[in-house]
């Protein structure tokens, strides 16, 4: 099984800032399969990038991921006040598909 | 519009059963992969388990294996996920989603809902 871990576990930031988020897995991931998604209360989550680097359909470009590996970013270049959330990666080269254990985005 | 309504969710003795449904619309249901994942406080996201397309290849966690059974009825568009022998720690709200292609090994690009899954005495 490939174990996902997310940093920080804790992210403060104010709208306007840039926010980098971090996903290291515990063996490479085949083909760079590996999802960012983010969750708001009373919400579904929302798949935001796929494959890595591809953002998914309707997320705005300041959402941007990279990475290959074992090392994957999640950068927002300009916080806006609905990017406050928690972030999960996950990865889904392989059985079991795994996310890690996310990232709260909070406002300072 | 893609459509993912979830069903079935309750309170539960553990040791008992439930069978949760998914009823999909706005997509064509047999060209892709269906999976459930499970939110609960403590451990955040868990995937619990994906069926393919054609409904031929299934794959489960470890903690759920020989326990709950996915399946799904391409004709009636329909996800299911039988849950059996349930134990206090499958206490979660399970989401239904959808893969973006018809392969497991597909990021999830539409969730339900959600429903809740209570395991309690």
């Known amino acids: 099984e490939i174990v996902l871990t997310q940093s920080p576990g804790t992210l403060s930031l104010s709208p306007g800032e840039r926010a980098t988020l971090y996903c290291r897995a515990s063996q490479s991931v085949s083909s760079s399969y590996l999802a960012w998604y983010h969750l708001k209360p009373g919400q579904a989550p929302r798949l935001l990038i796929y494959g890595a680097s591809n953002r998914a359909t309707g997320i705005p470009d300041r959402f941007s991921g990279s990475g290959s590996g074992t090392d994957f970013t999640l950068t927002i270049s300009r916080l806006e006040p609905e990017d406050f959330a928690v972030y999960y990666c996950q990865q889904y080269g392989s059985s079991p598909f795994t996310f890690g254990q996310g990232t709260r985005l909070e406002i300072k | 519009e893609v459509q993912l309504s979830e069903s079935g969710g309750g309170l539960v003795q553990p040791g008992g059963s439930l069978r949760l449904s998914c009823a999909a619309s706005g997509f064509s249901f047999s060209n892709f992969a269906m999976s459930w994942v499970r939110q609960t406080p403590g451990k955040g996201l868990e995937w619990v388990s994906g069926v393919s397309g054609s409904g031929g290849n299934t794959y489960y966690t470890d903690s759920v294996k020989g326990r709950f059974t996915i399946s799904r009825d391409n004709s009636k568009n329909t996800l299911y996920l039988q849950m059996n022998s349930l134990r206090a720690e499958d206490t979660a709200v399970y989401y239904c989603?959808?893969?973006?292609?018809?392969?497991?090994?597909?990021?999830?690009?539409?969730w339900g809902q959600g429903n809740p899954v209570t395991v309690s005495s």
């Open positions: 989603v959808k893969g973006g292609c018809s392969s497991p090994s597909c990021s999830f690009d539409y």
